[in-house]
Every structure is written in structure tokens, then in C-alpha cells.
């Protein structure tokens, strides 16, 4: 770990473990140029990249032909209307409605820790002591003269990690009024090689499918304006070697800690250089800046990888296990929950959460979850969002009864609130109709009957967080799922001035932060699982406050396979909301055995979504079996690493992939054949990321009892380059799991 500024040179370096990250202020003027992304280099080597004699370091040779210079000087730092055609940075509207914005070297920094960004996720140091010894921050401070405006981009790297992260504060230094429009919170220009793009599509019960195109001449982005980072869009992208695999390939990485609207773009232009534009969405964005106003752009994590998908994957787990997930759960075994929607959805009362809660922990799970339906008259959904009070009519003596019930049996509880939004159905709305998102004059649109609440309002923000922590405070509570189940339409606020309209969805953003940050605060043994529609807010941003996050209303457990794929690929495994739900699926109706729905959902936090006492008696049999399972492999989920080997995604046939402990002493392999194939008797399983000179023992954990049979030893690159034989089970959507460990 290494950052540095050559003065001489004027150039920047900043070194990761194995990659460096080079920039150059040009010559006189102080354009900031992006100089290299890669591989380490060597120190002695980067003044050649000054050139200081050469276009395009040399604006002043160029003083008939600016705008050519400002279209192809490889930037890292690009204004807007200054004769850089490709996407802007950031635009800046000022007094006399002008938009130029042209930024120039004025100053930076370079020490040692990492500055917190206020009112937002951002990674963090783990040197507990000082917070400054494992990681080091440069700040390179831009200037617009002429608008008198700051723009401080700020990298920071920390010693046990490949990725860096860049977030960006813009500050009025002058004395008029100036209008943020849009700050992208990455933008830089490099080289093409005939790079592809990696993003992760989906929508409501698909989330997150990767997905490759091509990179043509122009732009090209995936974005979310719904409010939220979406099931659509995940606010990722990878710009890859073509045919990139996990393991041989070049990948750049970048992903966005924001939770809202988001826009990740890269734009091939006419010398074929690419720029990449991560930041807030800025459609619907503005922001008002008053003399001394700072705007902090969320932070931008970046991963360059030369050896295929697999060491960004590793490199983002790590991270985020270490420098970003800040729950006392992150590192622990979570309770094994059942929670009741899939089992009820609104239709239970206090004894029927008892009959499956009395059911669950004869079978070892652990805590239950009652999910939505408990407030207000809540019998649908379509009223009494925003009325955080018991209905007594289905659960009589409260949830201080209920608790208590569940507290002599031996079970914890938790509890579903979807605190960001109102029913026109209920107090809350009769009470304060000023409150909701919406246009005066106006009738905002419903979605699944309700409405959002303007969290731009410190008012709302108090009062929702009263109701919310009253709850908690009266009863034994150990687990919230925070949902949030619709997007952001007819975006007005009744709070903000009219020239602040444009400020809502982000100060929304930042007073979802804020609930969140307080209830961890006041509730810090609480184990907050965020949601959204499923799946729908799964993103870093997120897992800042939660050390899990539902993954998709999705439960089929070969529909999760490319779900978790996807999601896998960035997220640590030990994040991924995942239930052995009810069959036929309540979503698509297929039928998968009981074992691979246990199977599939050990990958992730592992739970019950089902009515466990209308089961059949072999599938109820086999949940002790289940959660011991969960049992012995969950520390080794939630901290080992994650090898993804084949794809039913891909291949149409089998999913494979495993989990693999840092000692490499023991790993554990999950195998789906998701449809057999005629005629065809066993597959050879190849199993990465063992010590090739270690002997392990291999044990398959039979296809259909759960009940291990020892097999065979062999050495790490026997099963690394060789593999195991797998013989082909009879029937479809079966599985098994593979435990290996050190002879
Ligand atoms: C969302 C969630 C579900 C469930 C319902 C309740 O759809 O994703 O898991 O909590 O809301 O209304």
C-alpha cells in the first residue's frame, strides 16, 4: 500500500497490493490527466508517462486547437462545454443560468487513515485503535476560478486489499448560489482491447442475471431512476477481456455504495478510448449549493483484476467482510429462522404463529419471523402502512405477549416493517396527508396501494423512527427485516423549497441512512435484514447497516441458482437472504426436492419460509438434518472463499460451485444436476483452491438421505486438475454437497 506524488513530474501513484493507479496533472494549466489502471508498475518507470514535451501533456502547443485536445486528452477529471465532448463529470449551473464547468489542479494531500463520509455507506479502516494504519487517503483538490468551485476527489486504499475507493466533494468557495446537477462520482478515460460489459440485469424474482454485451462507439449504461438501486439495474459494472472466465481475463470493477438512483455508463468515443461514468443517476438530480455548501457524491469502489472474475470476486468479498459490514453479526452464525410469509401471508394470529413456532423448534430452527400483516388493519395490502401499532385483534396482549410466548419456548422473534412508506388507508396518512412523496395538484401513483414517505423530512424521519424503536423497545425483539416495496414516482416534497425539488430522491437516500444508522445505534444486538420487493435493494449501500439482505422473493431453488450466481459475484455469501421455501413454488410452481432446497439456501443466511406444520413428515424429518448442516459449515460459508466453477446459467445442465476455508483445511462443494441427461453416467467435477500438496478427504453427502459417506483421499491438484467423478443421480433438480477436509 503506497500512494505518492512526484513533484517534479506531477504525477500520482497509488499502489494496492498488485495494481497501480496512475495520474498526471498536465503541464501549466493543471488539467488532471488518468495516466494508467493495471498491473503493478514500477516507480523508477512512471515519469515517462509525463512526457512533458508531448501532446496531449502540453495544452499551451495546442493553443489553436483546445477542443481537440479537451476531446482526447485521456482524463480524469472531465469538465463540461469545454470541448470534451463525451460525458460530462459534473455540470454546474450558476447565476446567469451558464453550465461550464473546467477543472484545474489546485492542491492535494496525502495521509494516513480514511475520512468517513457524512451521512453515507462507505468502507471503513479495521485498525480498531487508531483507524489510520491500515489505510492511506489521497485528496486531490480540482478548481473551477471562474465558478469558484471546489471539486476534491478523494481515493483511498487499504494494506489488506486490492480495490481502491473514490468518492468526490464539491464545495462553493464563492459567494453566489451555484446549482449541482450532476456529479458523477467516477469518471475516468482508458485504452480499449476490444473490452466487453459486464452488468447484472433482472427484475422482480430474477434478480440479478449477468450479462455480457459488446462495447460499440457511443455510450452504453445500465441506471436506476425508480429511487432505489433496483431489480432491474445493479449499480455494478465490469468492463472485461472478451470471453472472460473465472479464472483467465482482465476485468475492471466498479461498484457503487449508494442505494438510490445510480447510473454506471462507459462510453467508447472516436479514438476508441473508453470513459467510464459512475455515479448518482442524474436524471431528476439537483442540488443547491449556497456559498460554503458541500455536496459529498457516494463512493465508488474499484476492482482491477488480471486473472478472470474469480480475483474480483475475492477481492470484493474480502472487502466488504472486512471494511464495510459493520454488524456484530457480520463474522457469526445467525440464528436458522422461519419466518411466516410464504406460510400465511396475512392470514395468522397469535396461535397459529405459536403452532408453527412450536413446530420449528422441535426441528432445531431458531427464531421466528413474523413478516407482514401484524399492524394496524392490516389484512391485505392494501391499507394501514404507517400504523407501527399491534392489530390485537389477531395477535391479543401484543407482541409483549407474543415474545414472551416465544421466549419460554427457547425461540427468539423478529419482525417485518416497511418503515419508508404509508397506506392512504391509515392514521398516519389521515394525520399528516403532507407527508407522502407527491406533486400538489397531482394524484401520485399508487403501486401495490401505497405511498412513500418524504424522508427529506427530518419531521418524518423522527417520526417514523419513534414508532419503529417503540416497538423494539417494548418487546424482546432480535430481528427486523426492513422492506421497502415500491419505487419513487411524482417526486415532490413538501419540505423542500422549490428550488430543492431536485434535492429529494437523495436527501430521501440520506434519511433512509439516518433511521438506519439510529436503529443500530440504540439497538446494536439487533440483526437487521434489509429488503426490498425481494431483492431489489441489494446493494452495497445497504449492507453498511445489514449484514444480510433478502435476496429475491424468489425461493424456487434452481431459479436461485443464477440469482445467487449474480449475486455472488460481488456480494459475500454470508450476505444472501436464503430460505428453504414451500413447493410447488408459490412463484413458479415447479417442484424441487426438499434436499435442494436446503442445499441451494446453505450458500446464503439459511432459514424456513413454509408452514412447517403442514409439511410432509420426510421433508420435516430431514430440517434437523438441514440445520445441522447449517451447523457445521456455516463458519466456513461466512468466512471462506467462494469458487464459482460451473453455471447452469452457462451449461443449461448442472451448477457447481463451493466454498473453500482461507487455511484451505477444509471447503465444502455444492453440486446441482438441474436436469439429467439420457444415456449419461457421471461427470468429472474439477475443485479449485485447495493446497495442491495437501492430502484431503473427500466425503459426498448422499443425494437423498443428508447422510455423509466417506469416499476417498487425494491430493489438492489431483482434485484441482483432475477432479472427482460424479455419477449421474436419477431425476431432475437433485443435489449434493461435497465436504473436504485436510487428511
Ligand atoms: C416483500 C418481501 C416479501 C414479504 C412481502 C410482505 O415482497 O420481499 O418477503 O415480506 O413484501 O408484504
Redesign the pocket.
Known amino acids: 500500500m503506497n500512494i505518492q506524488f512526484l513533484s517534479k513530474e506531477r504525477l500520482f501513484k497509488i499502489d494496492t497490493i498488485h495494481c497501480s493507479y496512475v495520474m498526471a496533472i498536465a503541464d501549466k494549466e493543471g488539467f488532471l490527466g488518468h495516466v494508467y489502471y493495471g498491473p503493478g508498475i514500477h516507480d523508477d518507470d512512471i515519469s515517462y508517462f509525463t512526457r512533458v514535451s508531448e501532446y496531449p501533456f502540453s495544452p499551451e502547443k495546442l493553443a489553436r486547437e483546445r477542443c481537440a485536445f479537451l476531446d482526447t486528452f485521456m482524463h480524469e477529471a472531465p469538465g463540461n462545454q469545454n470541448g470534451d465532448f463525451r460525458e460530462s463529470s459534473i455540470v454546474i449551473t450558476d447565476e446567469e443560468n451558464h453550465e461550464e464547468v473546467s477543472l484545474f489542479y489546485k492542491e492535494h494531500k496525502i495521509y494516513a487513515g480514511k475520512p468517513a463520509l457524512k451521512g453515507l455507506p462507505a468502507t471503513f479502516s479495521s485498525d480498531k485503535k487508531s483507524g489510520t494504519n491500515d489505510c492511506m487517503t489521497l485528496e486531490i483538490t480540482m478548481n473551477d476560478p471562474i465558478l469558484e468551485l471546489d471539486v476534491i476527489y478523494v481515493y483511498s486504499i487499504f494494506a489488506d486489499s486490492d480495490a481502491i475507493m473514490k468518492s468526490v466533494r464539491v464545495i462553493n468557495r464563492g459567494s453566489k448560489k451555484l446549482i449541482l446537477n450532476k456529479i458523477m462520482s467516477v469518471t475516468f478515460d482508458m485504452p480499449d482491447k476490444d473490452y466487453q460489459m459486464l452488468t447484472l440485469h433482472g427484475s422482480w424474482a430474477r434478480e440479478r442475471r449477468m450479462e455480457y454485451r459488446t462495447i460499440g462507439h457511443g455510450k452504453q449504461s445500465v441506471g436506476s431512476i425508480c429511487g432505489k438501486s433496483s431489480a432491474a439495474e445493479h449499480p455494478f459494472i465490469g468492463i472485461t477481456s472478451p470471453n472472460i472466465t473465472q479464472t483467465e481475463g482482465e476485468i475492471y470493477g466498479f461498484h457503487f455504495v449508494y442505494s438510490g438512483n445510480f447510473l454506471a455508463q462507459v462510453e467508447k468515443n472516436q479514438q476508441d478510448h473508453l470513459r467510464v461514468a459512475v455515479g448518482i443517476h442524474p436524471e431528476n438530480f439537483s442540488f443547491v449549493l449556497n456559498p460554503s455548501d458541500e455536496f459529498i457524491a457516494p463512493e465508488v469502489v474499484m476492482v482491477y483484476s488480471a486473472s478472470g472474475l474469480r480475483s474480483m470476486t475475492h477481492i470484493l468479498h474480502d472487502l466488504y467482510r472486512t471494511h464495510l459490514i459493520r454488524s456484530p453479526f457480520k463474522d457469526c452464525k445467525r440464528p436458522v429462522l422461519i419466518n411466516n410469509?410464504e406460510a400465511t401471508y396475512f392470514d395468522f394470529n397469535t396461535d397459529k404463529l405459536l403452532s408453527i413456532a412450536k413446530e420449528a423448534k422441535n426441528a432445531g430452527i431458531e427464531m421466528l419471523v413474523m413478516?407482514?400483516g401484524w399492524f394496524g388493519k392490516r389484512n391485505d395490502?392494501n391499507t394501514s402502512l404507517g400504523d407501527w401499532f399491534v392489530n390485537e385483534e389477531k395477535l391479543p396482549g401484543g407482541l409483549s405477549y407474543l415474545s414472551e410466548k416465544l421466549d419460554e419456548m427457547g425461540m427468539k422473534f423478529g419482525i417485518?416493517f416497511e418503515p419508508e412508506m404509508v397506506c392512504k388507508e391509515s392514521e398516519l396518512y389521515r394525520n399528516h396527508p403532507g407527508w407522502m412523496i407527491h406533486i400538489p395538484g397531482r394524484e401520485p401513483a399508487p403501486s401495490r396501494n401505497q405511498y412513500v414517505l418524504d424522508m427529506s423530512n427530518p419531521a418524518v424521519v423522527d417520526y417514523v423512527y419513534e414508532m419503529v424503536a417503540d416497538i423494539l423497545r417494548n418487546a424482546k425483539i432480535s430481528y427486523v427485516?426492513w422492506?421497502m416495496?415500491r419505487s419513487l414516482t411524482d417526486l415532490g416534497s413538501t419540505y423542500l423549497s422549490r428550488e430543492s425539488q431536485g434535492e429529494l430522491t437523495h436527501r430521501y437516500m440520506l434519511g433512509v441512512y439516518e433511521l438506519q444508522e439510529r436503529l443500530i445505534t440504540e439497538f446494536p444486538e439487533l440483526l437487521l435484514e434489509n429488503?426490498?420487493?425481494?431483492g431489489a435493494r441489494f446493494d452495497p449501500g445497504m449492507l453498511y447497516y445489514s449484514p444480510q439482505i433478502?435476496c429475491s422473493?424468489d425461493t424456487d431453488a434452481i431459479e436461485r441458482l443464477a440469482i445467487q450466481e449474480g449475486t455472488a459475484l460481488l456480494f459475500p455469501l454470508s450476505t444472501m437472504g436464503a430460505h428453504v421455501s414451500d413447493c410447488p413454488n408459490h412463484v413458479l410452481g415447479r417442484t424441487v426436492p426438499f434436499a435442494t432446497r436446503g442445499h441451494v439456501a446453505l450458500a446464503g443466511t439459511f432459514g424456513y419460509e413454509l408452514d412447517v406444520t403442514k409439511i410432509t413428515k420426510k421433508e420435516y424429518d430431514l430440517i434437523p438434518k438441514q440445520i445441522a448442516q447449517y451447523h457445521k459449515y456455516n463458519e466456513l460459508i461466512v468466512s471462506g472463499d467462494y469458487y464459482r466453477v460451473a453455471s447452469y446459467r452457462e451449461n443449461h445442465l448442472f451448477d457447481f460451485y463451493g466454498v473453500v476455508s482461507k487455511e484451505k483445511d477444509k471447503a465444502l462443494y455444492t453440486y446441482v444436476q438441474v436436469l439429467n441427461r439420457p444415456n449419461y453416467k457421471s461427470r468429472m467435477l474439477q475443485i479449485p483452491g485447495l493446497d495442491v500438496n495437501t492430502k484431503y478427504q473427500v466425503r459426498i453427502v448422499d443425494w437423498e438421505t443428508g447422510n455423509e459417506i466417506p469416499t476417498f483421499v487425494l491430493h489438492g491438484d489431483t482434485l484441482k486438475n483432475a477432479g472427482i467423478t460424479l455419477e449421474a443421480a436419477k431425476g431432475d433438480f437433485v443435489s449434493c454437497l461435497i465436504e473436504i477436509t485436510k487428511a
Not at 429488503?531 to 425481494?534: L, V
Open positions: 410469509w413478516d407482514d395490502d417485518w427485516k422492506d416495496n429488503c426490498s420487493s425481494g433478502w422473493d
